[in-house]
């Protein structure tokens, strides 16, 4: 099967300028490019795109997406296609449903479906059964990675008990990292701001990630700090990954609350830059929207949640419990993220429930649900609400400086990710429908923030070499024919937080593997697989 796709205008993922050209494509690959327009392939293709007017570049490359359960969905695909990602990584923020095991499975569901979604139905003990189930269902429509996260890895050791690993557990924990190492994970993740991972010691989280030295994936980092502590953050997971002796990758990189704006921010872009000139090994990635979006357990005082996360939130039904947390919440801990008090419940707003009585709640601030129906406090109408939802909360948090954003964006070593969750979601971040787009429609056409084949690399080659696809993420013959083509002025994102769950638009075509499977709104078909480090 050969297809050409000529006439377009080549932006080739790697940075350099953009150039008139043609691409034929044979069996999957690309088999040869000409800056000719058009007569250097005459006669040898089967189908032909006239990309005239338009942009030929490589498929966008996700390295962060919390779809790990999504992928298995029949509606899986659609909004990832539109918006031009024909690649993604799932098992970001230590959170994953594997390695899931019977004593803590039900916990591990509540803990993560305000990010990943509902996943009852599938269940994993190893990440060889994870892949097993993601073999059964390729072809997918977007290629599949995986990260293995830290947290799922510790829940199915010793749920969340914060202790530390006895020396039995660890053993335990580097098995398991092991067994996803070898079926394929391009690393690890962890999320230090969440339970049970902000319970670790930077020597315990080394230990564990040195399972990776000597080639085996990067580690990932939503670190453990975002706020004015920031620095402190970034010198922790640099540490981290030192002693652990593995690339480093840092995770959604951004200063959060008003406390970290500039000042802040450059000075831990100063500290990587010091490391980086000192020869480690680190880069970063950022989604380009200045709000944030988690779930609502990350607001909750590790003080409070040590009992243990379902006893916990069961407990938020006693005025205790609720006067425990409202205390801790006042008082703040030591080395925890206080979100309620650096960004504000007025700027925390609720973005995901189950409960038809809690629907009343979305899209509007924890502050705002307070005040309107009659609650002491926000920790009061927090406690309820995490109560009757079983934990089950996600939330948007309005926390960054567009100014800081651009100034990430900038950096030579920075990728865009969209860092997307799939939760239960009336009101789900925008990002979800259109990170890409944005990018190039806010970054570069409108604003010249960057320029085309700049953001383009970001979003292509920066990611492929990162986690090293090899194949994938430049247009070079011999490489894989994961290929968009698209008129720029008129591919765009339209959903935002009034109308979040909106599609993409304008996309013309995305080719995965060297068939066409999304043309003009539409998805023809799935031809896309399992993405397995080494």
Known sequence: MKLLICNGLVVDGSGNPPYGGDCLIEDGFIREISSG???????QNSEVIDAAGRIVC?????????????????DFGLIELSQGITSCFAGNCGMSPVPNVSAFRQSLENYLEPCLGSFKDETFSTHRAYVGRLEAAVPLPVNMGFFAGMGAIRI????????????????????????ALDSGAYG???????????????????????????????LCTHMRWETE???????????????AEVPLEISHFKAAGTLAWHDVLHRAIETIEAERERGTDITVDFYPYDCGSSTMMQML???????????????????????????????????????????????????????????????????????????????????????????????????????????????????????????????????LYGSFPRFLRDFVRER?????????RKMTMQGAQRVDLGDRGLLLPGYRADILVFDPANFRDNADYLNPARLATGLDYAIINGKTVYRDGKLLCRNAGVLRRG
């Open 37 to 43: 327009r058009g007569s250097a392939f005459n006669g």
């Open 58 to 74: 490589p498929g966008f490359i996700d390295l962060h997406r919390h779809c790990d359960t999504a992928a298995l969905r029949e």
């Open 156 to 179: 199915a050791v010793k749920g969340f008990d914060p202790s530390p690993f006895t020396a039995a557990e660890m053993d335990a924990a580097r098995g398991l990292l092991r067994d």
């Open 188 to 218: 690890m993740s962890i999320g230090l701001m969440y339970v049970p991972e902000l319970y670790s010691s930077t020597d315990e989280i080394a230990a564990l990630a040195s399972v990776m030295k000597g080639g085996g994936g990067i």
């Open 229 to 243: 502590h920031l620095v402190k953050a970034v010198e922790e997971v640099i540490t981290i990954a030192k002693k």
């Open 301 to 431: 005082p590790p003080g409070y949640l040590a009992m243990g996360v379902d006893k916990a939130i069961e407990g938020l039904n006693k005025q205790e419990n609720v006067e425990r947390m409202r205390e801790l919440l006042a008082s703040g801990e030591p080395d925890w993220d206080n979100l309620s008090k650096t960004i504000g419940w007025d700027r925390t707003i609720i973005s995901s429930v189950n409960l038809e009585e809690n629907r009343k709640f979305l899209g509007k601030s924890v502050s705002v649900c307070a005040k309107e129906y009659g609650f002491r406090d926000e920790a009061e109408m927090v406690a309820r609400l995490m109560y009757t939802e079983r934990g089950k909360v996600a939330i948007i948090n309005q926390s960054m400086s567009a100014e800081d954003i651009d100034t990430v964006a900038r950096l030579p070593y920075s990728s865009l990710i969209s860092d997307s969750l799939y939760g239960n979601m009336k009101n789900p971040h925008p990002r």
């Open 448 to 456: 010249g923030v960057l320029d085309l084949a700049q953001a383009i």
